[in-house]
């Protein structure tokens, strides 16, 4: 296809202001193109597929260079400037110029300018390539030569959607949506296989070709490949108590305070296969957004290497830690997650280690469509590096999973894991299949309280073991006119050295014991979090708070000035 026709198509589709029509526009197009595969990323403005982290690493400036170079020796880039800041998009600048006769390195490499030739969607992705290649001494003036070359050639229509195209600022209103329903109408297949098709391939160039030379069986064949990344399942917020309704029980994991990593890896072998003897392996480590961070990540890549014996795509999370293992907060983790220089120096100064809660892919098996208990189990033999007779404790790199239907446990759990240091619980639905890219109900990121309630602290527990003698698992109430009513206890977000100062804090104030049990004469208030107020006979208000936190101690308001009923029910009711 003739890169004016592209432009064509594309200013008749930015100028559409019907989604139905815009839809048609590009089914034509991808119909039309003999570059499907190409086109199909043009238009949504994307020069490499979803998954590649190659970028064109050329900023606006050069790109101002080029169009001043290929519009006339009276332009500078200055001028074309200027002119956005005028005018205020880049296309629009670019197609105000008249391009064609400029004489220079660049008109006659890379773009192979000064020919006469019209030039098409194919010439321009190859020497987009080229140009991201570029990489050295001279490396951005080789840039500007490749992209002068092109708008060269170029009409005013074309010189437009080039500009865009480089800056990634298509912005005709085409996204990802359009293009996966443009594909199944356009080449009559279905829309959920070629919605599958992308999930395990992520390149909507690749799924429209293979729809329209191979379709529904082409689709239909096509799996995930380590060393391609996909997109990463993602979780909305949400509440134990939802959970528990929609399921029958709750996976539950730690939520970790680092950085989203998928993990590929290809062990070495005797054989690739072919005959060609020995193969090496390979190890990459994408991030959330699938950049590669390999380089940046040694630890990950030595724990893969030391750990599988299979080939594998593993979902996790990278997390700081100090010398006794102990998480670090996720800023430390940025200060490793995309360094590209001095890595060993970096790596003595921030650890990191690799904790995985999902399996993909596993020895050639793809397993998106497994269950989450299935894919953990799965997990969990691909990091056993002994046949058998380990607990899950004793699987290095594997996050635990919790299988319950009890609000108990549950708040058990996630006081565990605020002690360790993380951020808190994931819930999870144990018979989801797993979907790149969807922020769907089946994960949860247990939902931040909202909401905060000054509690008067009416009594307390005495720890166990190695917490015995601090006071703990503290009693709430809240004022009822002159009297206080019990709101629940608050065991959760409180770590062995705050626990340590609430003692001596409260222990002045003890009225009664009997056995581990205290009662307080009130004195003390707590700013407490919760995730939502019920009805409950158990406590006097007749209310309970439902996953109480701990915010902090409230020494600047006496236990008149706590909350009250009142404020409770107004609450309960919202």
């Known amino acids: 296809m003739e890169f004016a026709t592209f432009a064509d198509r594309a200013g008749t589709i930015e100028a559409e202001p019907a989604d139905l029509e815009i839809v048609a526009h590009v089914r034509d197009l991808l119909a039309d193109a003999d570059d ?11 020069v490499f597929p979803a998954w590649d982290s190659t970028t064109l690493d050329i900023g606006p400036s050069a790109c101002y260079e080029a169009i001043a170079r290929a519009a006339g020796t009276n332009v500078s880039a200055d001028d074309v400037e200027d002119r956005l800041a005028d005018v205020g998009e880049i296309g629009d600048v670019a197609a105000s110029y008249e391009f064609g006769g400029q004489q220079g390195l660049g008109a006659f490499t890379g773009g192979g300018g000064g020919t006469g030739d019209d030039l098409t969607v194919r010439e321009v992705a190859e020497t987009l390539d080229d140009l991201a290649a570029a990489e050295g001494a001279g490396s951005q003036d080789r840039k500007v030569d490749l992209l002068f070359g092109l708008f060269n050639r ?10 865009r195209l480089v800056l990634s600022e298509m912005r005709i209103g085409v996204g990802e949506g359009t293009v996966r329903d443009v594909v199944a109408e356009a080449f009559d297949v279905p829309q959920d296989r070629v919605e599958r098709a992308l999930q395990v391939s992520n390149d909507y160039g690749l799924v429209a070709r293979v729809a329209r030379d191979e379709g529904l069986e082409g689709l239909d064949a096509m799996d995930l490949e380590v060393g391609r990344p996909v997109q990463a399942m993602l979780a909305q917020a949400g509440t134990v108590t939802d959970a528990l309704e929609e399921w029958e029980r709750a996976a539950v994991e730690w939520k970790y305070d680092g ?14 296969g072919n005959g060609d003897g020995e193969s090496a392996g390979e190890t990459r480590v994408f991030s959330r957004n699938m950049e590669d961070v390999t380089d940046a990540l040694p630890e990950v890549v030595e724990y893969a290497e030391e750990t599988l014996d299979v080939p594998a795509i593993l979902d996790g999370e990278v997390v700081a830690i100090d010398d006794d293992g102990s998480p670090l907060p996720f800023q430390e983790v940025l ?39 299935a894919r953990h189990d799965r997990l969990r033999s691909v990091l056993s590096t002994e046949s058998g007779g380990e607990s899950d404790e004793d699987v290095e790199g594997l ?36 979907s790149p890219g969807r922020r769907g109900k089946h994960w949860r990121k247990r939902k931040p309280d909202v909401e905060t309630l000054d509690c008067v602290v009416t009594g307390a527990e005495w720890g166990e073991g190695r917490r015995a003698t601090f006071l703990g698992t503290f009693e709430l109430s809240v004022r009822d006119g002159d009297d206080l009513e019990t709101v629940g206890k608050v065991a959760t977000g409180i770590t062995d050295e705050k626990l340590a100062e609430l003692t001596e804090l409260l ?51 006496d236990p008149e000035d706590a909350d009250t009923l009142e404020r409770l029910e107004r609450l309960q009711g919202q």
Do not use: N
Not at 36 to 46: L, S
Not at 342 to 369: I, M, N, Q, Y
């Open 36 to 46: 499907v595969e190409i086109v199909a990323r043009f238009v949504q403005g994307r």
């Open 154 to 163: 170029c009409s005013s229509e074309e010189a437009r959607y080039l500009a």
């Open 259 to 272: 950085a989203r990593i998928q993990l590929h890896h290809r062990p070495a072998s005797d054989d690739d």
């Open 335 to 373: 200060k490793r997650f995309r360094r590209k220089h001095d890595v060993e120096k970096a790596r003595e100064d921030v650890s990191v280690r690799p904790v995985f809660f999902d399996c993909l892919h596993a020895d050639g098996t793809d397993l998106l469509e497994e269950p989450l208990t």
């Open 399 to 434: 996050s635990l999973l919790w299988l319950t239907d009890d609000p108990e446990e549950i708040e058990s759990v996630d006081a565990d894991a605020l002690e360790s240091g993380h951020e808190g619980i994931m819930l999870k639905d144990p018979d989801s299949a797993y």
């Open 507 to 557: 222990e002045p104030h003890i009225a009664a014991e009997e056995g581990q049990d205290v009662d307080l004469e009130p004195a003390v208030v707590f700013e407490v979090g919760y995730e939502e107020i019920q009805r409950s006979p158990t406590y006097s208000s007749g209310y309970a708070l439902r996953f109480p936190r701990f915010s902090g101690v409230r020494s600047d308001k």
